[in-house]
């Protein structure tokens, strides 16, 4: 079966410019979470949503990053007036439910270059 | 969240078992060790979850202590396609939808 996919896979933009980012989650999986993960260093919490809703959007880094998932399948994670700090790779991850046992699958990520 | 400590690197030789420590001293009881792995360009990947049994699969098996303040990843024949980061990661009791990854260790499997 088809794995969790994300577009684009690479994207390159100039600073100050607005990108979005797109996650499939596997059919099914109402948990959603989406990760950033820079150079050398493990990935970092951003956003998790239970269906339709946000249910901890903690890990943002700002008011220029935002997520939407509006019909509990599908996300977006947008980015305003990037930053060359925002460059990293970032990774969607959704799982069937929440809980602790519930193994979480990762796509392959977006790496985001900004210049 | 219990915080892990991993080596930074290990080498291992192929068709050998590949041993992971990791400490996680300050684990609560309602807490599970995770193992996941990220081969280069790709997503961290499940390997295997406990609690304090012994736990095997068709992956790795992982061996808890008995005091649950660390546990070993066991690759039980290293292959090339195995070398990898590999977190080693708490979940939290009330939080436990995230995982937080730390560092990981770096495992390089030489032929």
């Known amino acids: 079966g088809a794995g969790v996919s994300q577009t684009p896979s690479n994207k390159v933009t100039e600073k100050g410019k607005y990108v979005e980012l797109r996650c499939d989650p596997i059919s099914g999986h109402t948990a959603l979470y989406w990760y950033r993960q820079s150079l050398g260093q493990g990935p970092e919490f951003l956003i998790y949503?239970?269906?339709?809703?946000?249910?901890?959007d903690s890990g943002l880094p700002n008011d220029r990053f935002f997520a939407v998932r509006p019909e509990g399948s599908v996300s977006t994670l947008k980015i305003q007036r990037t930053e060359r700090g925002d460059s990293a790779v970032y990774l969607c991850a959704s799982s069937l439910a929440s809980g602790r046992s519930n193994e979480q699958f990762f796509g392959p990520g977006t790496r985001l270059t900004v210049l | 969240d219990a915080k892990t400590t991993q080596p930074p690197s290990m080498d291992c030789a192929e068709g050998r078992a590949a041993n992971l420590p990791c400490n996680h001293s300050t684990i609560s009881g309602n807490e599970y060790v995770y193992w996941y792995r990220q081969i280069h360009s790709q997503g961290p990947q499940y390997i295997i979850h406990?609690?304090?049994n012994n736990e095997t699969n068709e992956m790795a098996s992982l061996i808890i202590t008995e005091d649950r303040k660390s546990s070993t990843l066991i690759l039980p024949h290293a292959t090339l396609r195995d070398t990898a980061v590999y977190y080693c990661?708490?979940?939290?009791?009330?939080?436990?939808?995230?995982?937080?990854f730390g560092a990981g260790t770096t495992v390089t499997v030489r032929a």
């Open positions: 990661i708490v979940r939290a009791g009330s939080n436990d939808y995230k995982l937080s």
């Open positions: 406990g609690l304090k």
């Open positions: 949503f239970q269906g339709t809703g946000a249910a901890d």
